[in-house]
Each structure stands twice: as structure tokens, then as C-alpha cells.
């Protein structure tokens, strides 16, 4: 039999860890400009556009959502720098290329979309761009520090966000 017992511990501090991720616009209210938008466009996508799947069209504007996020993202930290709250060091290259990601990200799905190639129908889904911006949206407002450990809080329960959105998509009403 295996002992779960010292795994525990680990697993529900990693699930504390990222439900304070969804909980950081309460420690920081200028990440609203911008999670405000992201859980509206998310909570009508989802429920009224993709309950059955994802069009092009779709793909296509939340590739747009990924792309003004990931702006907003730049602008906020730049502005940080010049303002002199932050300097350039290595956590701001850091926030900066998580923006560049999210924002080649979006541009790959947009030019997918247009091309009408099947896998924007998986990657440019509402709610994996939703949870991308989400979830990295307290790490660029330094609500939360940047480290392997949340990247893999990030990634791990990335399954159970889908799986739950999967299953209010199937129990909610159309």
C-alpha cells in the first residue's frame, strides 16, 4: 500500500496556493482594470458561444482578449519601471517575457483562427486563454512572487479548472 500521508500536506498547500491566485485582485484592486473584462468575456463565452465548442470566430477574439491582456500586462510593468516603484532586473525580464508569451500566444491563435486550422479549436479555447490570464495576472501585478513552485501549482491544477468549467457547462442550462 502507498503511503499518501507526507503527500498530502503538499497537495492541499499547492491548492491553497492556487485559489489565492483567483483571490489576488482583493490584495491588489488595479488588477481589476484588467481581470474585470477577462472573467466577463470567459463567463458570457463560455456559457452562451462555446457550451458545444469552439468556432473560429471564437478562437479569433479570444486570441484579441490574450493579446490586449498581454499589452495591458507591458504597459503596467513598463509603467512600474518609469515611475520608479520597480526596477529593470531580472523579476521584471521575467514578467516581461511571460507578456511576450501570452501575446505571441495570442497572435499564433488569431493567424490560426484566420488560417481555420482544427487545433485553434482546442488551444484557443475561452477558458484555457481565461485561465492563463488569471492565473498570471497576480504574478505580473506582484501579488504573487514568480517561482518553479507556482509554475507548477499553475500547471497541475490546470485540469481540475477545466474539468469543473466542463461540468457547469454541462450541468447550467443553455
Known amino acids: 500500500m502507498v503511503d499518501v500521508s507526507g503527500i498530502l500536506p503538499v497537495v492541499g498547500s499547492a491548492f491553497v496556493e492556487w485559489l489565492k491566485l483567483f483571490a489576488a485582485p482583493v490584495k491588489n484592486l488595479d488588477m481589476l482594470w484588467i ?11 463560455e456559457f452562451f458561444q462555446e457550451k458545444k465548442g469552439t468556432s473560429f470566430g471564437n478562437a479569433i477574439t479570444n486570441g484579441v482578449v490574450m493579446a490586449f491582456v498581454g499589452v495591458d500586462w507591458t504597459r503596467y510593468i513598463i509603467r512600474q519601471i518609469n515611475s520608479g516603484t520597480a526596477s529593470f532586473d531580472a523579476e521584471a525580464a521575467t514578467k ?13 491563435i ?21 485561465y492563463l490570464m488569471l492565473v498570471f495576472s497576480p504574478i505580473i501585478y506582484g501579488v504573487v512572487d514568480f517561482n518553479s513552485r507556482i509554475l507548477l501549482t499553475i500547471a497541475a491544477f490546470f485540469p481540475l479548472f477545466y474539468i469543473t468549467v466542463e461540468i457547469l457547462d454541462r450541468v447550467l442550462p443553455t
Not at 96 to 108: C, K, M, P, R, T
Open 35 to 45: 481581470i474585470i473584462p477577462v472573467w466577463s468575456v470567459w463567463i458570457f463565452s
Open 110 to 130: 488569431i493567424v490560426l483562427g484566420i488560417r481555420a486550422k482544427g487545433i485553434v479549436k482546442l488551444i484557443g479555447r475561452v477558458r484555457a486563454s481565461t
Open 96 to 108: 516581461l517575457a511571460i507578456s511576450a508569451v501570452i501575446i505571441i500566444g495570442s497572435i499564433l
